[in-house]
């Protein structure tokens, strides 16, 4: 039987140029766009506005905001370890929140880099719980499993930051962040076997999740190159992230570390590299060579002081840059629209230069991302793409209604997720006016939440630890750069 919904909109952010066209008419079959035809007149309904939904290409599915436990202010290389104040919960619950944050925020698909999976059960048992939350929550999802073998506390020989000491502190250290990884050809084995056992799940694509060059040695990260073209499997990689992460590869790579990624056969088109704020023209020049694509993710760069990634160097190189969240949108909301007009704004250029045009970031938003996480091409309104919608509510949008405005200037000027009336995926109504249909988001979250206050003193030594080497962390990376 085939399933056929009509949509009728004031306006719409038409093809891959997003052109605004309107008021139209939107026939979907079977989960495909059909038809998209003129209306001599608006629909008497709702005043609509159309555009693509969003494919967010870099998150980590956190359960919630890092601040609240204590993790705010604080740059990378201090707010990483911070996290052991986060102490484990229902993997279905932690992910179901993060998923249903997302679909509430406009996102269809999203990355999921799995870099504190809860361990409670083994993890291709966690990794069931976590695709059933992505079901429920209606989302695709690219799940990359974390994978690491060197420097677990800072990018260096930790021993002399713990020297000084006291020894009660020493062992919670080494208790909490420095525990000997298992073998690359296990860890490489533990993703092949997570893939083994949802990988056939729809809209669940696993990944090969390296955290970052400083944090594998290059025997890990050739096998993990080796592996992926062997059985077509993507990676997922931070990359040149802080300005102490630059400073390292830099010393541990003076041919170049992009260079070395290319060398070893690590850049491709599957691979997608998260973050390059500290990359240099001719390493973004690589990568667009390789084929590999960028996520940007302006807030959660702000909000770690790690900077403001050269996009117009990206466009400008060739580069496939996409748009992320990382889990830490600008008012930790998760707000992929506010993201998106952040995103722009940053990025736009300085007077009458414009170096990212709404067009542009429309690009990076809905339809770049989709390949990250192994997602159909889509991204844009046109006969026979994938019908992945979001209808905004135009009349809130267009508030004071003086005169005809492009549309686009509202959406990157105040649109949040506040505005969405209904997101569609597929052709199937996953979200609508405010509220998931799959999934009771204020339910999760309360429950959610019970559960880590519950919780909270199993990582009462960790923080103990952590308020203890915090300086100490700061000082051995302080003046590195």
């Known amino acids: 039987m085939t399933d056929t919904r009509v949509f009728q909109v004031a306006d719409a952010l038409l093809g891959p140029a997003y052109e605004p066209g309107g008021p139209l008419e939107i026939t979907v079959k079977d989960g495909i766009i059909s038809a998209i035809r003129p209306m001599e007149e608006p629909s008497s309904g709702p005043r609509l506005l159309a555009m693509p939904a969003l494919a967010d290409a870099h998150n980590h599915a956190r359960p919630l905001s890092t601040t609240s436990f204590g993790c705010g202010l604080k740059p990378l290389e201090t707010w990483l370890p911070s996290l052991a104040a986060m102490p484990s919960v229902d993997p279905y619950l932690a992910t179901a929140a993060a998923f249903g944050r997302s679909v509430r925020s406009g996102c269809v698909g999203a990355m999921a880099h799995l870099t504190r999976p809860m361990g409670l059960t083994s993890l291709t048992e966690e990794a069931k719980e976590i695709a059933r939350a992505a079901s429920d929550a209606g989302l695709a999802i690219g799940l990359a499993i974390a994978i690491r073998d060197r420097n677990p506390l800072v990018y260096g020989d930790h021993e002399p930051l713990l020297s000084g000491l006291p020894q009660e502190i020493q062992s919670l250290v ?7 990884p298992k073998s690359p050809v296990d860890q490489i084995a533990l993703v092949d076997a997570v893939a083994d056992t949802v990988g056939d799940i729809p809209g669940v694509d696993v990944q090969y999740g390296p955290n970052g060059v400083q ?10 190159a080796e592996a992926s073209e062997r ?6 990689m931070h990359l040149l992230e802080t300005m102490p992460q630059r400073h390292w590869a830099d010393q541990a790579y003076p041919q170049g570390i992009v260079r070395h990624l290319a060398d070893i056969g690590l850049l491709s088109p599957r691979l997608t590299l998260a973050h390059c704020v500290w990359a240099r023209p001719e390493e973004l020049d690589l990568i ?3 084929g590999a694509r960028i996520s940007v993710n302006p807030s959660s760069n702000l909000h770690l002081a790690s900077g403001i990634a050269p996009v117009a160097e990206m466009k400008k190189a060739g580069v496939a840059f996409a748009m992320g969240l990382d889990g830490c949108a600008f008012d930790e909301d998760d707000d992929a629209l506010r993201e998106l007009r952040l995103f722009r704004l940053l990025n736009a250029g300085w007077g009458f230069t414009e170096d990212l045009t709404p067009g542009d970031a429309l690009k990076a938003a809905c339809s770049t991302g989709r390949a990250a996480m192994g997602l159909a091409k889509g991204g844009t309104i046109e006969v026979g793409q994938p019908a992945d919608l979001m209808f905004l509510d135009l009349e809130a949008l267009d508030r004071d209604g003086l005169m005809p405005v492009d549309p686009r200037q509202y959406l990157f000027a105040r649109a949040t997720q506040d505005h969405i009336v209904e997101l569609v995926s597929g052709g199937r109504t996953i979200l609508q006016n405010g509220k998931l249909t799959g999934l009771d988001l204020e339910a999760v979250e309360t429950e959610l939440r019970a559960q880590y206050r519950a919780a909270l003193p199993t990582t ?6 952590f308020s203890a080497i915090e300086p100490h962390v700061a000082d051995f990376y302080k003046g590195c750069c």
């Not at 944090?215 to 993990?224: N, Y």
């Not at 059985?231 to 997922?236: D, L, Q």
């Open 288 to 290: 667009a060579e390789h």
């Open 215 to 224: 944090w594998c040695t290059d025997a890990f990260l050739t096998a993990i």
């Open 460 to 465: 009462e030594d960790a923080r103990k630890a």
């Open 231 to 236: 059985n077509n499997r993507r990676v997922h």
């Open 174 to 180: 080494r208790q909490t962040w420095l525990s000997t």
